[in-house]
């Protein structure tokens, strides 16, 4: 990847520091001249993205602040050219061709050993594209089939999964509310409706539904 190194400026954006850090540490071994910016959540990376121009944006999926389309969308508005590569822990035979169709170049597991790492930053920076064999795998099955891995998560908005998730770890509503800006109310309402599309009553219930096609 030599080739690569002068001038490429990245950024990381994670709510996680010990994530940032190994893939900052990844990054600078493989691009030691790279410039890189790390953030913790939508709002950071929005301003970075709109004072800064940029060759790569890592990001992960759940962040306070937004979500992960009005990210993608915000980047589209201000730098059209911006490589975007989703880095997640969800099940990418699941999600990957998601956030594709939202218009990530790629997806990048964060259980990927490092040499898938290498790989994708490679592939993202020289071609802007990114998909393992596996979701190479999932394209063709949709393409010729029509259909995907079905899964009832499919159903719901990403402000929904968002929300289902935080709801899963546990965390109450007004923290909920807390992390994403936004009124207990309207956590509540997201709440009632995501359970009223899965058929679910309970929390125990989004726990076992998530643990059966997000793992």
Not at 78 to 104: C, H, N, T, V, W
Not at 180 to 209: A, C, D, G, M
């Amino acid at each position: 990847m030599k080739e690569l190194e002068e001038n490429v400026r990245i950024i990381v954006a994670d709510d996680h520091g010990i994530v940032r850090m190994g893939l900052i540490q990844t990054l600078k071994r493989l691009l030691p001249e790279a410039v890189i910016t790390e953030v913790e959540d939508f709002k950071s990376m929005y301003r970075v993205i709109s004072d800064q121009q940029l060759d790569l944006a890592i990001m992960d999926v759940n962040m306070p602040n937004g979500t992960v389309q009005e990210a993608i969308d915000f980047i589209k508005i201000k730098q059209p050219k911006l490589k975007i590569l989703i880095f997640s822990s969800q099940d990418e035979e699941l999600y990957a061709l998601r956030y594709l169709k939202m218009g990530a170049g790629g997806y990048l597991s964060k259980q990927s050993p490092g040499a898938a790492i290498e790989t994708a930053l490679n592939s993202m920076l020289t071609t802007g594209r990114y998909a393992s064999e596996a979701v190479k795998e999932a394209m063709f099955f949709e393409s010729v089939s029509g259909n995907t891995k079905t899964s009832p998560v499919e159903v719901l908005s990403d402000r929904e999964l968002q929300i289902a998730t935080k709801l899963a770890e546990g965390l109450p509503l007004k923290e909920i509310s807390n992390q994403l800006n936004l009124h207990s109310s309207t956590i509540s309402t997201y709440k009632n409706r995501l359970f009223e599309k899965l058929q679910i009553k309970s929390i125990p219930e989004l726990v076992e539904i998530l643990r059966m096609y997000n793992q």
